[in-house]
């Protein structure tokens, strides 16, 4: 593929997961977002909790022995109002409880999301999902009130997508 048509595919794919995560904004502000079967997906959800978004995303863990960043691993989740529902390329599931975080640092426009659950392993989630779990993060950790506020969501509320060499939309 051309240097030329890349880029264009990623803007586009940008535009896109932007344009996700202001649904999801104002789906938690109170308008109708769609429902989700989490059974299709083969997943349980506590009673209760609501399914918001099925996403995908690269998932990486903090090393213990060199402190360097493991391979990222492709990721099918489910987002919830209560946790990330992580589904490995293997089968393997892991959840990604929202109250037990102890740090989150969203960047939207670098497409990451920082987990850290305070047992020395953070989780960096990067690609397509990171806009619409930044949302979801903020609304859940911070409020909903924080959608307007919070400076990682800027990107979001300019209503284009930045071009990172230059900062314009």
């Known amino acids: 593929m051309r240097k030329g048509r890349q880029a264009t595919s990623v803007a586009g794919e940008t535009d896109i997961s932007y344009a996700d995560a202001r649904h999801l904004a104002l789906e938690l502000a109170g308008s109708a977002g769609p429902h989700l079967d989490a059974m299709t997906a083969g997943v349980v959800l506590e009673p209760g909790e609501v399914g918001r978004r099925f996403v995908g995303a690269w998932l990486r863990?903090?090393?213990?022995?060199?402190?360097?960043?493991?391979?990222?691993?492709?990721?099918?989740?489910?987002?919830?109002?209560?946790?990330?529902?992580?589904?490995?390329?293997?089968?393997?599931?892991?959840?990604?409880?929202?109250?037990?975080?102890?740090?989150?640092?969203?960047?939207?426009?670098?497409?990451?999301?920082?987990?850290?659950?305070?047992?020395?392993?953070?989780?960096?989630?990067?690609?397509?999902?990171?806009?619409?779990?930044?949302?979801?993060?903020?609304?859940?950790?911070?409020?909903?009130?924080?959608?307007?506020?919070h400076p990682a969501l800027a990107p979001l509320r300019r209503g284009g997508v930045a071009h990172r060499s230059t900062g314009r939309l």
């Open 61 to 149: 863990l903090r090393l213990w022995l060199d402190g360097c960043w493991s391979p990222g691993r492709w990721t099918q989740s489910l987002l919830s109002d209560r946790r990330l529902l992580v589904r490995f390329d293997t089968g393997e599931l892991v959840s990604l409880w929202w109250e037990c975080l102890v740090g989150f640092t969203a960047d939207v426009d670098a497409g990451h999301v920082l987990f850290d659950f305070g047992d020395g392993r953070p989780r960096l989630l990067s690609g397509p999902g990171a806009a619409v779990v930044a949302v979801a993060g903020v609304a859940r950790l911070y409020g909903v009130d924080a959608l307007l506020t």
